[in-house]
């Protein structure tokens, strides 16, 4: 029996974009031999769409002719270990949700409580570790924690911003000097980040990062930094893949570089990278810990940072591509890596379900002696 | 690293330190194959190309899994290791059950993954696909010359593995897919651990369950999702239950 895997991507995040060539990629990857698949699209304002239309990239480039031809999902139902997902004409019956999500509302907790409240398995890191690692600020403060090595920073959010900006400046000042990075607290791709060398161009792009996000980070500058990152998978073990190194153009990557630089993708991705063995194995080492710590499941990708030291950087619990090539160099296919996620997501329900969450003593019903 | 076996060189890697795990690869594979598990291990992991692939030498002749077997026990024996689990995927499997079956001192333990050795009946329309195949070749021996009409045949009714080899190996993949190890897996003493993919179309499940029932002290694992390369499709349970086992059977060494 084939089980039926609903990929479900776009939502209302910043990264909808990448979600779309994430679970594109990830549609033609998957082993249809195994699975019958069934794509499920959020679109930017929230709607579920379902239809073959979906799977192909091209159609996206007109995203309103797809949503007139796409079937709008009307209904969910749970039934028996089934999510029924019903369109005006048809029922889809769903056994697991594979995310493709990038960012708020796919990436950040919300649809894994979703499919929990649905009691259907899902991929990648559960509702607790995806929220943390979700947010910069939360993730660092339980990374220094477990005694992780991550960047100096401080935070604020946006009340007290507007209360004491001049105050928060000066001491990032006297506690980093510039350059200084500033972000939103919950984005991804590099999206409202900016390098800072002045008090104005922090305001500016304070300003620019809260329009982003309620709270935002400032870090020390890691100048001349090399960047790495590696792929974490498990759930009973946690692997860790080849280890890559970014080689940067611009004076830091952002979203165009990543992503629209002349369409050309990994381009700057070196596998693997060209590092001694002894950092490779701290990075191998904080990457198991960092996985651990945040009490990851699924694949996540973690991004350092090395100047002489290494610092983790940023947690990704549904890497862009899935990190697929990352596991490629390891010896792991994308079709593989997808079996292991869809694996993994079973395992994890199949454990949740071994729990107790209900006991049969109705406390309203006992008589309390007196 | 390179060594010289009964003439032939073969080519092996080690990684890591610890008690020693040893891995064969299956039918067009190479030591590659089976990396991406022995990296993730604690133990000292031992890498061999078996003969004919990878960096190994092509055999002078063809040979059948027996052979193989041979070489490579000779191999590990000239090593010098004492202490060792052996651990096959699909071909490479084989040759590690009939390693296994001498029951050498060094043996501590055995892995099958999706290995064959034991012949089912075979579906109506296989065997129609093989008596067409004979049939055929048969008229066309009278003709000489007829190497290139053989090739297509082949081509038209054989295996993806016997598409792909060439030459000698062409003729050993004959050899060892017609052989049957059912008497030599009853003299397996080690403890087995058996692990196959319920989707597995090349070596069914079926083979398995008859693995598990003919090896004595052995458990077999079968993982719902998974066809022939379960140790990468479902790679983190394969893990736990490999190292599950590997501390068991090194608990008292
Ligand atoms: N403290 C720092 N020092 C030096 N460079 C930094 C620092 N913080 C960020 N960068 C640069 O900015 C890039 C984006 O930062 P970061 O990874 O925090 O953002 P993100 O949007 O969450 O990333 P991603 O694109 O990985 O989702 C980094 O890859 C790095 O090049």
Known sequence: ?370 | MKIKINGLTINLETHGKGKIVIFLHGWGGNLHSLFPVARQLNYKTVLIDLPGFGQSDLPNSPISSFEYASIIQKLIESRGINKAVLIGHSFGGKIAAIIASKNPEWLKGLVLISSPGVKLKKSLFVQLKKYTYKALKKIISIFPNNEKILEKLRNLFGSEDFKNSKGIMRETLKIVVNEDISNILREIESKTLLIWGKKDRDVPLKVGIKFNELIKNSKLIVYENAAHFPYLENFDTFLNDLNNFLSEVFKHE
């Open chain 1, 1 to 370: 029996m084939k089980k039926n895997v609903a990929v479900i991507f776009g939502s209302k995040s910043v990264e909808h974009e990448i979600s779309i060539i994430t679970a594109n990629q990830i549609l033609n990857a998957i082993d249809r031999n195994k699975y019958n698949v069934i794509p499920i699209y959020i679109s930017k304002n929230g709607i579920w769409y379902t239809g073959s239309i979906l799977e192909n990239l091209e159609n996206f480039k007109d995203v309103q002719s797809v949503l007139k031809k796409a079937k709008k999902i009307r209904f969910l139902e749970k039934k028996n270990s089934q999510l029924l997902i019903k369109s005006n004409l048809k029922t889809y019956e769903i056994d697991i949700c594979l995310l493709a999500t990038h960012g708020t509302y796919g990436e950040d907790g919300s649809l894994q409580g979703f499919c929990e409240m649905m009691d259907i398995p899902y991929t990648g890191a559960g509702v607790l570790s995806s929220a943390v690692s979700n947010d910069k600020v939360i993730t660092k403060q339980l990374l220094k924690e477990n005694n992780i090595p991550v960047v100096d920073f401080n935070f604020i959010t946006k009340h007290e911003w507007d209360s004491s900006y001049e105050k928060f400046i000066k001491s990032c000042e006297n506690q980093f000097g510039y350059p200084m990075f500033i972000k939103p607290s919950k984005l991804g791709s590099s999206i409202g980040i900016t390098k800072v060398n002045s008090k104005d161009e922090f305001i500016n792009a304070a300003e620019l990062a809260f329009s982003f996000d309620n709270k935002i980070l400032v870090e020390k500058s890691i100048e001349n930094a090399r960047e790495f990152n590696c792929a974490v998978m498990g759930y009973k073990n946690i692997l860790v893949s080849e280890v890559e190194e970014i080689i940067k153009k611009s004076h830091f990557f952002d979203y165009t570089e990543k992503y629209i630089n002349n369409g050309k993708k990994f381009s700057n991705h070196k596998i693997p990278a060209n590092v001694d063995e002894i950092t490779k194995q701290e990075i191998i080492k904080l990457a198991k810990k960092t996985f651990k710590a945040l009490d990851c499941c699924g694949n996540i990708r973690i991004d350092f940072l090395f100047n002489d030291k290494i610092y983790v950087n940023e947690v990704n619990t549904i890497p862009g591509a899935l990190a697929f090539y990352l596991w490629e160099a390891t010896g792991i296919t994308f079709t593989h890596l997808i079996d292991n996620l869809i694996n993994i997501a079973e395992e994890v329900y199949k454990d949740k379900k071994n729990k107790t969450y209900s006991i049969d003593v109705n406390i309203l019903s006992l008589k309390v002696e007196k």
